[in-house]
């Protein structure tokens, strides 16, 4: 076990393309980290580069004490699992696991001790003589994890390991794995686009965008206090709602968002939270309401400057809450980073300037709301997000904006 | 939303959709799919035979005597079998050249189908795993290779092993083989190996594997079935070779080609000998081929990656 950092970490290729650029990470021992981001954002080159898979073109990695720029992946002393599982096809369950371990010279007696406690924990104990051509899904995974598990090595690197089952079985690897790691106490550097998985499996989450490093924090802070509208978007499902709204400060001192005929009061804990935003009181601000801070008005006591008002566009019921799709007459953000966000959902010819934005609200289940209705939305006040509608940036104190 | 039931009659559209489900087939699936089908049986039935003809008619011949291949032709022995005879074979066995040839014909076909497979397979190795500067027009130079004739080499490669004295020895007849069978080998392993997914490659490198380890444990294991058909191919090759034999070997490095040959008389043949020493040459590829049969299995990937 041993930290794992990254000091301006880049690749660049050939024919002048970046996968991954300047990259600073500082993994601790025994750390969870999960690197997540749309496709192509440059997580599994980051991840690559780590295992040796990939040459480093810029910075350096360091493993425990050692820089292993120029180590080859067989000695860098950290494991691996593939999206593919990549099982060797003609050894059974047995031989794979213990493959690595024969390469080392190890004893058969202790290699024999270590996959049989490695196949316990995994449950393959029963299909250990069995080729991966013979093994479920769910069980071809587990064998890849026991490939990694059975090393004992400094790191584990996991790159989108779940994406290939079904998604009952994924909640349950996702859980497996959790505790396998928290249990065997190794850092471990997990890749995934998926950012439930990515909130529920780090102990920090690091968002990337096109190669470049967004925000790395515990899931919670990236929850709470996004840096800018891409990570804002891309943690939480459904995504958070940005829209383009104004702000504005009335004779009594009271600061308001205006958008179309509704305006929402700011509470005097967001200002006091986020001194900037008074820079921005007379123009427009990117405005951000996750659809859990939003509930059915008619379920709400105390609404007074907190209602949206629009029709029913869309009404999906979700067993435990409501989904409520409705149009509001403001204009979507358009940044770098939106543009971004659409491009991974592969929506990026849907949002058009002037159309409105459709915003999507989790309402409780005890919501009588259907499609075509009319709808007040009662919006948490004190929950908004405000980002810079020219770069995105979350406004929050004056060092940041 | 709200829809209102109305009895009026509507027209009714029929839209073409296309048909879902099992996609078009080719002919050549619906052919293996029908393989069961009792004409097609019988159809292939047919066409066996037809070819197995002159192969029949080859070993009629070699067990009937001389006199009676030369009075009658092979067919015959339908009406008397009485005349077939193992004594070609008696005489065969006592035939000092053609057991020599036969011999020599081993001597240069196993080593040469060895060397060939060997080191291609390292060959193909490196071209598909290895990255190294130039490598893509190595790749290109052997496969461009495959295009040379047999024909334009002969007389400057005789030159060559005429300074090397390696003419007329089976020494040279192995070389040239190899020389001309390792741009398809090197062509159709490289191809099978990058078929192989990168993952399990870097997988063993990951495991702590050298080159050399994924090379011996991971790939000449999965590659077992391209491995059996190049042995297959390259040992029928330059079993049944004369052309180079013809060239390089004197009389005692001639395989059994060579010497079959020169069994053929302007008019008529030494037919006993000759049946009789090719149903012998043609014993040992059918053996090789049975042998290596076995590792033509399908699907050796299957369960590897996802």
């Known amino acids: 076990m041993a930290e794992l950092v990254l000091a301006g970490l880049g690749k660049a290729y050939g024919d002048g393309t970046r996968a991954v650029t300047n990259l600073d990470l500082n993994i601790r021992d025994g750390e969870f980290l999960v690197l997540v981001g749309p496709s192509g954002c440059g997580k599994t080159t980051a991840l690559r580069m780590m295992a040796g898979l990939e040459s480093i073109s810029e910075g350096t990695i360091r493993i425990g004490e050692r820089v292993v720029n120029d180590v080859p992946p067989r000695d860098r002393d950290v494991a691996m699992v593939f999206q593919s599982y990549a099982l060797y096809p003609h050894l059974n369950v047995y031989d794979n696991i213990a493959f690595g371990l024969t390469l080392r010279k190890m004893p058969k007696k202790d290699i024999d001790q270590r996959v049989r406690r490695v196949a316990e924990v995994l449950e393959l104990s029963d299909h250990l003589d069995r080729k991966p051509r013979n093994l479920s899904g769910g069980q071809r995974q587990r064998v890849a994890m026991g490939r990694a598990m059975v090393r004992a090595p400094q790191a584990f690197l996991m790159d989108e390991p779940l994406s290939n089952l079904d998604a009952k079985l994924r909640v349950q690897m996702r859980a497996q794995i959790a505790r396998m790691q928290r249990d065997l106490g190794v850092t471990t550097v997990y890749v995934t686009h998926d950012q439930t998985e990515a909130m529920t499996l780090g102990d920090r989450v690091a968002v990337m965008k096109r190669g470049v490093l967004q925000q790395v924090g515990p899931p919670q802070e990236l929850y709470d206090r996004p840096v800018n509208l891409f990570v804002a978007g891309f943690i939480g499902s459904p995504g958070m709602n940005l829209f383009v709204a104004k702000l504005v400060e009335d004779q009594d001192g009271q600061h308001w968002v205006t958008l179309n005929s509704d305006a929402l009061r700011l509470p005097e804990s967001v200002l006091h939270e986020r001194p900037a935003l008074a820079k921005y009181v007379g123009q427009n601000v990117v405005l951000g309401i996750r659809p859990e801070d939003m509930e059915d008005a008619a379920l709400v006591d105390q609404v007074e400057g907190a209602l949206l008002h629009s029709v029913a566009d869309l009404v999906e019921a979700m067993g435990s809450d409501i989904l409520v799709h409705f149009p509001v007459d403001a204009e979507a953000a358009d940044t770098d980073d939106t543009r971004a966000l659409a491009e991974d959902s592969g929506a990026d010819d849907v949002a058009g300037a002037g159309k409105g934005t459709v915003l999507v609200g989790r309402f409780s289940p005890r919501s009588r709301i259907y499609e075509g209705q009319q709808v007040a939305t009662w919006v948490d006040t004190s929950r908004l997000h405000f980002f810079d509608p020219a770069t995105g940036t979350a406004i929050w104190n004056e060092e940041i904006s | ?306």
């Open chain 2, 1 to 306: 939303m709200t829809t209102v039931l109305s009895h009026e009659k509507r027209e009714v559209r029929v839209v073409d959709v296309p048909v879902t489900g099992s996609p078009k087939r080719g002919p050549l699936t619906r052919f293996v799919s029908n393989l069961g089908n009792g004409a097609v049986q019988v159809g292939l039935a047919v066409v066996a035979v037809f070819w197995l003809m002159p192969v029949f008619g080859l070993l009629v011949a070699s067990l009937r005597s001389e006199q009676a291949n030369t009075a009658s032709g092979w067919w015959t022995i339908f009406t008397k079998p009485a005349e077939l005879t193992l004594q070609n074979y008696a005489e065969l066995a006592g035939n000092e050249t053609i057991w020599r040839s036969f011999l020599n014909t081993v001597y240069i076909a196993v080593p040469s189908t060895f060397l060939v497979v060997v080191i291609s397979a390292l060959a193909a190795y490196a071209l598909a795993w290895i990255e190294f500067p130039g490598r893509d027009w190595l790749t290109v130079t052997v496969v461009g290779l495959l295009v040379m004739p047999i024909q334009v080499a002969l007389i400057p490669v005789a030159k060559l092993f005429g300074a090397l004295d390696l003419f007329g020895t089976i020494a040279g007849v192995v070389l040239f083989h190899v020389a001309f069978g390792l741009p398809f080998a090197v062509f159709l392993l490289r191809n099978f190996f990058t078929g192989i997914p990168v993952d399990l490659v870097e997988a063993a490198r990951m495991d702590g594997a050298t080159e050399w380890v994924v090379f011996r444990r991971v790939i000449l294991p999965i590659a077992k079935p391209a491995l059996a058909s190049l042995t297959i191919f390259q040992f029928l090759w330059v079993w049944n070779d004369l052309l180079v034999a013809l060239v390089f070997a004197d009389q005692d490095s001639a395989p059994i080609t060579v010497a079959l040959r020169s069994q053929l008389r302007q008019f008529g043949a030494n037919i006993d000998l000759l049946s009789t020493g090719a149903f012998l040459s043609m014993a040992v590829p059918l053996v090789v081929f049975l042998a290596f049969q076995k590792y033509f299995v399908q699907g050796v990937l299957a369960g590897s990656t996802k």
